[in-house]
């Protein structure tokens, strides 16, 4: 069965402060693709990035980077120097077949 | 860019009434979803539909039909509704090729309300 789990249900930070989001998978599948997206107040799911199982590159865009390692089964988020335009709920996602699972979601609150 | 457009930002309804949710997207993409999400639950999705006039149950379907008549349009159903069906319902579509590595493009929400 697959599963992703994000253990922080909700994260406060001050401005400029770095702040990573965990995200643990598990899957039987030795394909597959890992998603995060953020959910902004206005609530439509934006894509951030996408990272297929194949390639343990780590991603940087801008202030947003991303950490994926196979062997901990973690595909991690940081944000750098967060600003308050960050605050959303981020959510994690696997694919390995016909569906997406979600994780259940993080909160993010950036305080000015 | 791809547009995912919902009927309704928020929906108040009744109780046993017959519920329809619109769903529009404008990028010719083969793959529609719909899910709800919860407080503590996350996504989860409730049909999925590949092509015009097939659907796909997801994790949590009961109560809920669907339909594809069009490409571009997915409609969920709730033939009647009931209180434990208030939540936040999200459209998303995909393009075919390669299911598992599409990102999905979701609309803004429908905030439904089952009084």
């Known amino acids: 069965a697959q599963k992703v789990t994000q253990a922080q249900t909700e994260i406060s930070v001050v401005e400029k402060e770095d702040v990573t989001l965990d995200c643990v998978y598990e899957?039987?599948?030795?394909?597959?693709?890992l998603f995060w997206y953020k959910q902004p107040p206005s609530g439509e799911l934006v894509f951030l990035i996408r990272r297929n199982s194949f390639d343990e590159q780590n991603e940087i865009s801008g202030r947003y980077s991303w950490n994926f390692q196979k062997s901990t089964s973690s595909f991690n988020f940081t944000i750098t120097a967060s600003q308050v335009v960050d605050s959303a709920v981020y959510f994690c996602a696997l694919s390995a077949g016909d569906k997406i699972i979600f994780g259940k979601g993080t909160r993010l609150h950036i305080l000015p | 860019d791809v547009k995912v457009t919902q009927s309704s930002r928020y929906l108040v309804k009744r109780t046993g009434e017959k519920v329809f949710l619109e769903c529009v997207q404008d990028m010719d993409h083969e793959n529609m979803f719909w899910y709800r999400q919860d407080p503590g639950l996350g996504l989860r999705l409730i049909y999925f539909?590949?092509?015009?006039?097939?659907?796909e149950k997801g994790d949590i379907p009961e109560g809920y039909s669907v339909s594809r008549e069009k490409k571009e349009r997915f409609s969920l159903i709730l033939e009647s509704a009931s209180t434990n069906q208030t939540s936040m319902y999200l459209c998303a579509s995909s393009h075919y090729r390669d299911r598992a590595s599409n990102e999905q493009f979701f609309g803004p929400g429908t905030r439904l309300t089952v009084l």
């Open positions: 899957t039987r599948d030795t394909t597959y693709y």
């Open positions: 539909s590949y092509d015009v006039k097939m659907k």
